[in-house]
C-alpha cells in the first residue's frame, strides 16, 4: 500500500494553467503505474493520464491530449499533472491513484487513492 496526497487545485479561469501535485509515502519509481482521474459532479470518475517508468509510457484521454503533461520527481516520490489550456468542462476533483501490475485506464483496477483535490474553470 501506498498513501497519496494530492495538492495544488484551485479555481482558474478558461485558458489558464494550473499544476497538481501527488506526494506518495514510499517508492513508487519502477514499481507502480501512477493515475490521474477526475470526477465532475453528477458523473462518474473518469480516466485522465497515466505514466509507468517501469516501461517508460505515458498515456492521456483524448479529452486532455496536447494540453495536460503527466511527469514526477524520483527524489520527491511525487506525480505532476500539468493542466494547460483549461476548459469550463476540466471542472472536476482530481484524484491521484497507484497501482501495481499492467497499465489501465480503468479506476476499479487501481487500489491505492488520493483524496482530492479541486478543479474549478470559470469561463
Known amino acids: 500500500q501506498v498513501q497519496l496526497v494530492e495538492s495544488g487545485g484551485g479555481l482558474v479561469q478558461a485558458g489558464g494553467s494550473l499544476r497538481l501535485s501527488c506526494a506518495a509515502s514510499?517508492?513508487?519509481?519502477?514499481?507502480?503505474?501512477m493515475g490521474w482521474f477526475r470526477q465532475a459532479p453528477g458523473k462518474e470518475r473518469e480516466f485522465v493520464a497515466g505514466?509507468?517508468?517501469?516501461?517508460?509510457?505515458?498515456y492521456y484521454a483524448d479529452s486532455v491530449k496536447g494540453r495536460f503533461t503527466i511527469s514526477g520527481n524520483n527524489a520527491k516520490d511525487t506525480v505532476y499533472l500539468q493542466m494547460n489550456s483549461l476548459k469550463p468542462e476540466d471542472t472536476a476533483v482530481y484524484y491521484c491513484?497507484?497501482?501495481?501490475?499492467?497499465?489501465?485506464?480503468?479506476?476499479?483496477?487501481?487500489?491505492?487513492w488520493g483524496q482530492g483535490t479541486q478543479v474549478t474553470v470559470s469561463s
Open positions: 491513484a497507484a497501482k501495481l501490475g499492467a497499465l489501465s485506464r480503468d479506476a476499479h483496477s487501481f487500489d491505492n
Open positions: 514510499g517508492r513508487i519509481f519502477g514499481s507502480y503505474v
Open positions: 505514466v509507468s517508468w517501469t516501461i517508460g509510457v505515458t
